[in-house]
């Protein structure tokens, strides 16, 4: 898979956000009487077998007050040979979502952005990044979205039974393809373990010597990139 240019993430993830965009709309956008509308686009991740493509759509809502200012998203399956569109969304705290409802999201404040980073090795399932944070706060953290062709269903899933204050999303695990592998800890702490997680969230340290592997090939177009507003 190619390797994602280096961009600035609120959490040094591999696979980085588009922060440096949201934080120059905001800087750019001094606060009005009414709310502002941009969007962002993801490159698109092919699947290994070139049949699929996954990509994201990212809402910034930018508020009079900076702190209610909002950003959402929705992952995009696009099958390459009939151009048929799938809607993947998470099911995490903050995910709250204004494509599918037509409404505002009800976290002021919140930040909800997912993007696809790794393709199973079959290209049968798709694997997503949800970064979820709020503004003006420290909270950070990842969730994966796991997306499987044959069962239809979106798993949206972390570690659990873990204390950890924030979660970084590595890939599928090199040693078990059926968890995706996490790095977890507190801030302050020196060292964060890494954990994999199962699609029902069970979570186990990882095997020594697993590594994160990520499938597929991401592509820019035209449609890459910051995109006009309504």
């Not at 009414?34 to 990212?58: E, H, K, N, Q, T």
């Not at 059926?178 to 507190?186: H, Q, T």
Request: glycine letters at 6%.
């Amino acid at each position: 898979m190619t390797e994602p240019s280096t961009r600035l993430d609120p959490l040094n993830s591999p696979y980085p956000v588009p922060w440096n965009w949201v934080m120059t709309m905001v800087t750019e956008n001094p606060a009005q009487r009414s709310p502002i509308l941009r969007y962002y686009r993801s490159p698109s991740l092919v699947s290994p077998d070139g049949c699929y493509a996954a990509y994201s759509r990212i809402q910034l809502r930018i508020q009079p007050d900076p702190t209610q200012t909002q950003v959402a998203s929705v992952l995009f399956l696009e099958n390459l040979k009939t151009g048929a569109l799938q809607v993947i969304t998470a099911s995490s705290p903050l995910a709250d979502n204004p494509f599918v409802s037509g409404e505002e999201t009800d976290h002021p404040g919140s930040i909800a952005m997912i993007i696809p980073i790794a393709w199973s090795k079959a290209g049968d399932r798709i694997l997503a990044r949800e970064f979820e944070s709020l503004f003006g706060t420290g909270l950070a953290s990842d969730y994966a979205v796991v997306w499987d062709q044959h069962q239809s269903q979106a798993h949206t899933i972390a570690p659990t039974m873990v204390n950890y204050s924030n979660a970084i999303l590595l890939g599928w695990s090199q040693s078990d393809p059926d968890r995706v592998l996490f790095r977890a800890g507190n801030m302050g702490e020196e060292q964060w373990p890494v954990w994999a997680v199962n699609l029902h969230g069970q979570t186990v340290a990882a095997d020594v010597g697993d590594r994160p592997v990520v499938f597929g090939e991401l592509v820019n177009n035209i449609w890459t990139g910051p995109q006009s507003y309504r």
